[in-house]
């Protein structure tokens, strides 16, 4: 594993997590009342916007997450994502969970697709692979014919190292005559070909994933004021090898920086929890934070 320091900032647009982008409905015009899955989005939009102000939060942005949150009706639908939303700003995991877990068990969503999309890139954010996984599978049972929501989710999967649903997704893409996704089609193919050679299977990759986010996850229990991205890609070196490669900005200061680095060595030199064919797949990289990580809904 490797670290740089906050001299190195080429790797900022590579912490992709906060850029994939939160899904819409379309359709309705801005002058009517609003679907309420679009009012959840718009919440969670604004959450995306305050990532940049953690730590530097003023009474504007106090003020517009009240006003946002005003906005949503009292269903139990509304009212469940209310609460992942307040858990996920205050880092409040167990809660989010809970009320994720709640929407999941509901059988009668306003608009299940957009709920399930957008809720699986706030997973991603509260550091719950397996939770995000979970919710973007349903996303894809639930609208498999829509390319826009396609994209979405096939975003989702790669940063929650889902390839199976990855694959599953381009090759719908495909039947739907989309042609626009010939990037992620190659970005697939070159991270199935670093873990065939390797020996390590879609499970495995994705289970180490999510290893990783659990040793990260306590550290932002509760620590609204931290700041935090993540990003994956493959990356090919000047000795002809690659691996896919984990990013990790996180803003510490370096002190507790080296502890999480120290930490993430101790677990990938472990070989009864990681092999080295999966060590030689994965690398994992640890920074400061340094710069924003900017969100748009579409």
Known sequence: MDKIDDQDKSIEDKLHVCRNTLFYLSGAPMAQPQPRANVITKALKELRRMEEHRGNITALD??????????????????????AFTALWERDFASFDAAVESLLEMRILAHPESIYVNFALESLH?????????????????????????????????????????GEVLDQLDKLG?????????????????????????????????????????ILEGRSDIRFGTGMDVEQYDDDSNE????????????????????LLDMLSDRSRVSASLNKSVGVL???????????AS
């Open 286 to 296: 640890v920074r400061d934070f340094v710069g924003t990580v900017e969100a748009k």
């Open 178 to 218: 989309s042609d626009n996704h010939h990037e992620m089609k190659a970005l697939h193919g070159s991270a199935i070909a670093v873990l065939s050679r390797h020996g390590i299977t879609n499970d495995e990759y994705q289970s180490h994933i999510q290893n990783i986010h659990e040793l990260i996850r306590p």
């Open 244 to 263: 896919i490669l984990l990013e990790i900005g996180i803003d510490l200061d370096s002190e507790q920086v080296d502890r999480l680095d120290d930490a």
């Open 126 to 166: 509260a550091l719950n692979v397996t939770l995000a996984t979970r919710l973007n599978r349903k996303a894809f049972e639930a609208d498999s014919t829509n390319p826009r929501l396609l994209t979405h989710i096939l975003h989702n999967s790669w940063h929650a190292a889902d390839l199976t649903l990855y």
């Open 62 to 83: 106090e003020r517009r997450l009240r006003k946002t949150l005003s906005t949503f009706d009292q269903s139990d639908e509304s009212q469940l994502a209310q609460t």
